[in-house]
T-cell receptor
Framework: DAKTTQPNSMESNEEEPVHLPCNHS???????IHWYRQLPSQGPEYVIH???SNVNNRMASLAIAEDRKSSTLILHRATLRDAAVYYC???????????FGKGTRLSVIA | GAGVSQSPSNKVTEKGKDVELRCDPI?????LYWYRQSLGQGLEFLIY????????KSGLPSDRFSAERTGGSVSTLTIQRTQQEDSAVYLC????????????FGSGTRLTVV
């Protein structure tokens, strides 16, 4: 599995954009980049995933570097409900298990 | 159902007793996964099923842990002779099986061994 590096914690003001970085320099060419988040006392929740092109959905945007060695999860307007631990997970296609690292704990300040 | 359902949501057991944790995946999801998360720690993979088969059991911490899946649906994780270090939240996830879908997690079973 590719090794990932994420900041231990980040802080954002409510209603401002948040950019959560992830380095995955050992990612293989066929690994997708998945992002999950875990709110307090809940199971992880799927946020977004992509392979090469930037991706958008109703929750977030995913910007993937051209060399694929890093990616950034973008929350366009942080809300208090977005306070969670965010995990960046390189994952090859198929049903092999996700391997979770320590993630980034995002705090949102009202 | 609409999501992954786990039962019970909380379980307190005495050291040395056996426990069974249940996971009902989303209907039609072929892959099912068990993880555990100790207090303040990350998610630790335990075992995964493709249909009723378990291609990867590498995360089971000891032979006291076992799991089965029947009918390609419900799965049961059994812990025999529970120890205090087994106390954790046990999470189940399922997936339809294509690259275009994420993994859906349940809310977990909080196991406390006293």
């Amino acid at each position: 599995d590719a090794k990932t590096t994420q900041p231990n914690s980040m802080e954002s003001n409510e209603e401002e954009p948040v950019h959560l970085p992830c380095n995955h320099s050992t990612i293989s060419g066929t690994d997708y980049i998945h992002w999950y988040r875990q709110l307090p006392s809940q199971g992880p929740e799927y946020v977004i995933h992509g392979l090469t092109s930037n991706v958008n959905n109703r929750m977030a945007s995913l910007a993937i570097a051209e060399d694929r060695k890093s990616s950034t999860l973008i929350l366009h307007r942080a809300t208090l409900r977005d306070a969670a631990v965010y995990y960046c997970i390189p994952h090859r296609s198929g049903n092999t298990p996700l391997v979770f690292g320590k993630g980034t704990r995002l705090s949102v300040i009202a | 159902g609409a999501g992954v359902s786990q039962s019970p949501s909380n379980k307190v057991t005495e050291k040395g007793k056996d426990v069974e944790l249940r996971c009902d995946p989303i209907s039609g999801h072929t892959a099912l996964y068990w993880y555990r998360q100790s207090l303040g720690q990350g998610l630790e993979f335990l075992i995964y099923f493709q249909g009723n088969s378990a291609p990867d059991k590498s995360g089971l911490p000891s032979d006291r842990f076992s799991a089965e899946r029947t009918g390609g649906s419900v799965s049961t994780l059994t812990i025999q002779r529970t120890q205090q270090e087994d106390s954790a939240v046990y999470l189940c996830a399922s997936r339809e099986g294509t690259v275009n879908y994420g993994y859906t997690f349940g809310s977990g079973t909080r196991l406390t061994v006293v």
